[in-house]
């Protein structure tokens, strides 16, 4: 089945730009929306883009102005970039696939940042 | 910003039915989804498309729609049922996602 497998940098500096990378494996690339999703420490999810396989994106509005999503179908990966990153930031950070006829219904293990100075 | 609104917190004693409600004005255009999230885990699908369960997912958990509210309704709760929930849209135009704040269901 298919499965997510997300990486990147766990701690970061405020003003740095965090970097995360999902890879899908075991399943097709198109035909889906593969989306980031972080939760800050006791909090809610917070939607914060996707992609399809032909590089369309969409964003939050409220953190558009500093997130970059990118896709390398050649790899089946896609990638997150946020700039000008500050403590707000710090949260677990989620890949995911999302149709809507089904959903968010493959995710990634989750990955934790942290920014401190 | 588009917003969707959910109860902080239901509880239920094992065996009685906990409906969790989700509000959003646009809820009657766009579908919705909910995910259930244990400490630690990342979110499940539970419903999707308003009401359709997902292969694996016990019957106990039903999905409905009126206006604009969607309510996830779990019939007979298990104590494996306490969790976080939260639902899931687009705004009107379908441009961008949304979750609710999330609802803590506690099992007594």
């Known amino acids: 089945q298919v499965q997510l497998q997300q990486w990147g940098a766990g701690l970061l500096k405020p003003s740095e730009t965090l970097s995360l990378t999902c890879a899908v494996y075991?399943?097709?690339?198109?035909?889906?929306?593969w989306s980031w999703i972080r939760q800050p420490p006791g909090k809610g999810l917070q939607w914060i883009g996707e992609i399809n396989h032909g590089g369309s994106t969409n964003y939050n509005p409220s953190l558009k102005s500093r997130v970059t999503i990118s896709v390398d179908t050649s790899k089946n990966q896609f990638s997150l970039k946020l700039s000008s990153v500050t403590a707000a930031d710090t949260s677990v950070y989620y890949c995911a696939r999302f149709t809507e006829a089904y959903g968010m219904d493959v995710w990634g293990q989750g990955t934790t940042v942290t920014v401190s100075s | 910003s588009y917003e969707l609104t959910q109860p902080p917190s239901v509880s239920v004693s094992p065996g009685q039915t906990a409906r969790i409600t989700c509000s959003g004005d646009?809820?009657?255009?766009?579908?919705a989804y909910w995910y259930q999230q244990k400490p630690g885990q990342a979110p499940l699908l539970v419903i999707s498309?308003?009401?359709e369960r997902p292969s694996g997912i016990p019957e106990r958990f039903s999905g409905s729609s009126s206006g604009t509210t969607v309510t996830l309704t779990i019939s007979g709760v298990q104590a494996e049922d306490e969790a976080d929930y939260y639902c899931?849209?687009?705004?009107?135009?379908?441009?961008?996602?949304?979750f609710g704040g999330g609802t803590k269901l506690t099992v007594l």
């Open positions: 075991g399943g097709s690339f198109s035909g889906y929306y």
């Open positions: 646009a809820l009657p255009k766009q579908y």
């Open positions: 899931q849209s687009a705004d009107s135009s379908g441009t961008y996602n949304v």
């Open positions: 498309k308003d009401s």
